[in-house]
């Protein structure tokens, strides 16, 4: 009995040791799905990108992605990773001073088929780039597709890779300019085991019908936390305009992400 008394009161303290044990791997795991791109993992992130002191005069711009991602498994050893980037966008002295719009720009669709064992994780697919737009502004007129394809490893805390695209219209307003786009963004990132982490990636648009180049450099931190039972990564940090058209640079900017997952 007394023995039987001793485990009973022994309990809830071994509970309260382990359980943040618990949490911690729980949070470390879903930091190091969330930096793989073709991870098995539902998840959808709102990314917001608040960008200022663009063009001669002195514009702002902000675009928040939607942008979610679901894995479906298509076989024993391969899955598809759907992924849609959706830009909703409010900028303001861009066209022209004091000129405000806002509304939808196009929309980017990419399948990654990526085997679920590997030692170097990848993905490739197609990549479509969809006229979604609810403005002139903000819109290509043209439907566009081309390959896409990621590629990273894993190493203890660390993440290191590269995810690439390139887009060609085949159909549109005969109107506007042709797409012809390149996207590059490498990237690195560490996580500590408490599910904290920080990195930083590159983003290289290569217009080449207009040859025009823009490129971003994004450091970040981030961390998983939880509201109630919902499991969040949230991550901040500036943005570095290196290279944009003539006219279209901005002084600085600050991205904020907000991911919630879906673990299965």
Do not use: H
């Not at 071994?14 to 791997?25: C, G, H, T």
């Not at 702002?60 to 498994?73: A, L």
């Not at 203890?156 to 995810?163: C, R």
């Amino acid at each position: 009995m007394k023995t039987k008394r001793i485990q009973l009161f022994l309990l809830p303290v071994v509970w309260a040791i382990a359980f943040p044990l618990f949490a911690q791997q729980d949070a470390a795991d879903l930091a190091k799905q969330l930096a793989n791109p073709v991870a098995s993992l539902i998840s959808v992130p709102f990314q917001n990108n608040a960008d200022f002191g663009i063009g001669e005069w002195e514009g702002t711009r902000n675009t928040m992605n939607f942008q979610p991602v679901v894995p479906i498994s298509i076989s024993e050893n391969w899955n598809l990773i759907n992924r849609i980037i959706l830009p909703v966008v409010a900028q303001y002295s861009i066209t022209g001073p004091g000129e405000r719009q806002a509304g939808v720009a196009d929309a980017l669709y990419s399948a990654f088929f990526s085997p679920k064992e590997s030692n170097i994780i990848w993905g490739v697919g197609p990549a479509m780039l969809l006229p979604t737009a609810s403005r002139d502004e903000f819109a290509t007129k043209q439907f566009a597709i081309g390959p896409t394809a990621v590629a990273l490893k894993q190493s203890g805390g660390w993440t290191y890779g590269a995810l690439i695209n390139q887009l060609w219209s085949v159909a549109g307003n005969d109107e506007r300019p042709d797409v012809n786009q390149l996207f590059f963004q490498p990237f690195v990132i560490y996580n500590w085991p408490s599910g904290a982490g920080a990195g930083t990636n590159f983003e290289l648009t290569q217009n080449w019908t207009a040859n025009q180049t823009t490129l971003w450099f994004n450091p970040f931190i981030n961390g998983v936390t939880s509201f109630g039972k919902q499991k969040v990564q949230l991550a901040v940090g500036p943005r570095f305009n290196l290279a944009a058209p003539d006219g279209a640079r901005a002084n600085w900017g600050v991205r904020t992400v907000a991911v919630f997952l879906f673990p299965r």
